[in-house]
């Protein structure tokens, strides 16, 4: 077997053993004690509690009874958890995914066609306790805050980038980052970049490195012993922000915390995260769906640690394949997409997908500028490719490790190995 089919088959294989998915029937006469209350905890209250940025808390049959409607609307329409993997496409183990299974979704069904009852107090599951309110999870040697940003009581949701200075003077290799909202209901989203051009703007990050998300719920990125991402000297840090009002002025700022190699260290194994993919002009005429493709050669062997897809208001689909040199192909994952959620989709480790060398990442991105988007705004007008919101974009943002030959060949067999074991 060539490298490029042999890869083919694990990723396939990786693929097949999808944890999380348990086989779990449908029960009968579901309660909200025994069988709602514990989708609620592990898929819905770490944002649907009181002050964070869900609009309603969702902690407790009392504060849950007049949604359930709505909650079941939101479920069957995998818009909630957002979560917007294909279910039926490629990998399928990633950190900290709370979707909920078919089961799932169709027991909550039941349960409201049932008349949502509570069932016995006794079922009930303990308490989750969650992190405080903004902890830090790691203990950072540099903090890089964003400037203060007031969020109005009522009004239009805000899209906007803020760069600010680093203070790091020397390259400097990270080991653990994390984001954390000042304020929790009011901050949608937050990523984080290192701006390594001196003269990048605001409305140019096609040389940004992306750093790290804010995303409730969500832990540091602690990278695995021996390893790290370059923090090139000097680079300034952009703050990509979604603000939501929430009916009370807010005051947010929002901060990055990085936990660094000493001066001088530089980890065995190097962590990239970049804009791969781009499609080149963006041609997307009033009233049509479009695909467009981008393209990424991989001169080394290397594994896949996260993907996440990037497009704007009219991006709906984007799917990432690996083209092996043999020319056979793999989808490796397709996402639905909705600009308000920009989600990293990072691989659980054993599924991590390696490639040979001489692998092309192919890009694949749908746009909807017809009416039935819901996030299309003008549906009259052709849109091209550019960086104001209201202009078009199409790549993911990929991380990745490189390997040497030996290694890949070495992970090769490994899977190999442990795919005939399992
Ligand atoms: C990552 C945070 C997050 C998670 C996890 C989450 N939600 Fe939400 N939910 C939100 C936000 C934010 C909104 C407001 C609408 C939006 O921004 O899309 C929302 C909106 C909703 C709404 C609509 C409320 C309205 O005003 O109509 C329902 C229902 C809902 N969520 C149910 C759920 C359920 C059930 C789960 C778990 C299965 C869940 N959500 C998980 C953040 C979350």
Not at 353 to 382: C, E, M
């Amino acid at each position: 077997m060539t490298n490029g089919k042999l890869a083919v088959a694990l990723l396939a294989l990786a693929a097949a053993l999808v944890p999380g998915l348990a086989v779990a029937e449908v029960p009968d006469n579901p309660t909200f004690h025994k069988d709602i209350e514990p989708i609620l905890q592990r898929s819905c209250q770490v944002c649907h509690r009181p002050d964070n940025m869900a609009p309603m808390s969702l902690m407790n049959y009392q504060e849950a009874r007049p949604w359930a409607r709505s909650i079941r609307a939101k479920v069957e329409a995998r818009e909630m958890p957002p979560w917007h993997i294909d279910p039926k496409v490629g990998v399928q183990a990633f950190k900290n995914d709370k979707s909920l299974s078919d089961d799932e979704i169709a027991t909550i069904g039941s349960w409201v066609d049932s008349g949502a009852p509570r069932g016995n107090p006794e079922d009930a599951p303990v308490p989750v306790q969650f992190q405080e309110f903004g902890a830090w999870t790691i203990d950072p040697d540099v903090i890089v805050t964003s400037p203060p940003h007031t969020v109005p009581a009522e009004a239009g949701d805000w899209w906007g980038d803020y760069i600010v200075p680093s203070g790091i003077s020397t390259d400097r290799y990270i080991k653990a980052i994390q984001t954390k909202a000042g304020d929790l209901r009011v901050v949608h989203h937050a990523l984080t970049y290192a701006v390594t051009d001196p003269d990048s703007s605001l409305n140019d990050s096609s040389e940004d490195a992306f750093l790290n998300e804010y995303a409730v719920g969500k832990n540091a990125d602690v990278y695995p012993d021996g390893s790290g991402r370059l923090f090139p000297a000097d680079s300034r840090v952009r703050f990509s922000f979604h603000y939501h009002s929430v009916g009370e002025e807010a005051t947010d700022q929002t901060e990055l915390g990085l936990v660094l190699y000493p001066e001088g260290e530089e980890p065995n194994k190097i962590l990239y995260s970049r804009q791969l993919g781009q499609a080149g002009e963006l041609d997307i005429p009033a009233g049509q769906v479009t695909r467009h493709d981008g393209y990424q050669k991989m001169y080394l062997p290397g594994k896949l640690t996260g993907f996440q897809p990037h497009m704007h208001f009219l991006g709906t689909r984007q799917c990432l394949e690996l083209i092996y040199p043999n020319g056979s192909t793999e989808m490796v994952n397709c996402a639905n997409f909705d600009f308000n959620w920009h989600i990293v989709y990072n691989y659980d480790d054993p599924s991590q997908p390696i490639y040979p060398a001489g692998t092309t990442l192919h890009v694949i991105s749908y746009h909807d500028n017809t009416q039935a988007n819901r996030g299309n705004h003008d549906a009259k007008n052709w849109t091209g490719g550019g960086s104001r919101t209201v202009d078009e974009m199409a790549f993911s943002w990929i991380s990745w490790y490189d390997l040497s030959d030996e290694e890949y060949a070495a992970e090769l067999e490994a899977r190999k190995a442990q795919a005939e074991n399992d």
